[in-house]
């Protein structure tokens, strides 16, 4: 039973004429006789007598009219307890974020759609490095954090669902004799500085930097940055290069160019909770994220 084929048999009962019905719900005559053909076929009831000229309701189509009708009267009054309970949801939400990481198109959308969703609850929102949010989030001081699944799909104690495809970029000053060329790779910058953070909010360890530099020919030359505001500055003053993804402060600094290289893939970003949070706000979020139509990944 679809929604076209009872409204088709509200309005045949209502205009007692197939052709009254059609152009109550600007339908044609043929779609809503067979919109009521189809509803009779799949209850295997007879609804309306049919004459030359006339059209009347079965015994059994008007116990199913009127059945209909309450049934309709009763999902009308649920749900709009359903939406009075929604406008009373309130209390507080918390979201973290990686230093210097940007809202994302998907992410922005969600939130702004759940604020005028739950206009009574509140968003609160911080910025931090990696470990302060996994931790934060392991004790339940965050409900949920954005963050590179690289970084938490081995943890057996959260859950997540992607938001966000982001590329890696090598940022260089715009100086740089690269900069703005095609067809770089990552031995191209062979004799020049790579500035990490000391910190765990980086996208890229050293680890992980030594051996994808090995992997291309060479040992890197590392300088280590006491926070992000100086990894920014001392890219701008030509100091050395950083990796950033595209969504991130350092990769869209006036004084900066960036470039896509092959032995950089991009990073998936997702939105990370703890199972065993025991704040409802999580589940009303969630169960709006489960709504939520994400656009493809950048």
């Excluded at 116990?63 to 009054?77: G, P, W």
Aim: hydrophobic residues 45%; charged residues 25%; contains cysteine.
């Amino acid at each position: 039973m679809t929604s076209s084929q009872v409204e088709c048999f509200f309005a045949a009962a209502k205009y007692n004429s197939f052709t009254k019905a059609a152009q109550h719900l600007y339908m044609t005559t043929a779609a809503v006789s067979k919109n009521v053909l189809a509803l009779e076929k799949e209850l295997d009831v007879t609804l309306f007598w049919r004459g030359h000229q006339s059209l009347s309701l079965t015994p059994a189509g008007t116990i199913l009219l009127e059945s209909l009708r309450r049934n309709r009267i009763n999902f009308s009054h649920a749900l709009e307890e359903a939406r009075a309970l929604t406008r009373d949801i309130s209390g507080t939400l918390s979201i973290g974020f990686l230093k210097g990481q940007m809202l994302d198109d998907n992410i922005r959308t969600l939130l702004l759609r759940f604020e005028e969703e739950h206009p009574r609850v509140e968003l609160r929102v911080v910025w931090e490095d990696y470990r302060w949010l996994n931790e934060a989030l392991a004790d339940n001081r965050l409900d949920f954090v954005e963050i590179m699944e690289s970084a938490v799909k081995r943890n057996p104690k959260v859950r997540y669902l992607p938001i966000s495809r982001e590329d890696t970029l090598l940022v260089m000053p715009k100086t740089h004799p690269c900069a703005g060329k095609a067809g770089l790779t990552l031995r191209d910058f062979r004799e020049d500085t790579l500035i990490l953070l000391s910190e765990s909010e980086c996208l890229y360890s050293e680890k992980l930097v030594r051996s994808t530099c090995l992997a291309s020919g060479f040992e890197p030359r590392l300088l280590y940055a006491p926070d992000l505001d100086t990894q920014i500055f001392w890219v701008e003053l030509n100091k050395g290069l950083a990796i950033a993804n595209s969504n991130h402060l350092m990769a869209n600094g006036r004084a900066v160019a960036c470039a896509v290289l092959p032995e950089l893939p991009p990073e998936d970003f997702v939105l990370v909770w703890n199972e065993m949070n025991a704040n409802p706000l999580a589940r009303v979020l969630l169960d709006e994220v489960s709504k939520f139509e994400f656009s493809d990944f950048n």
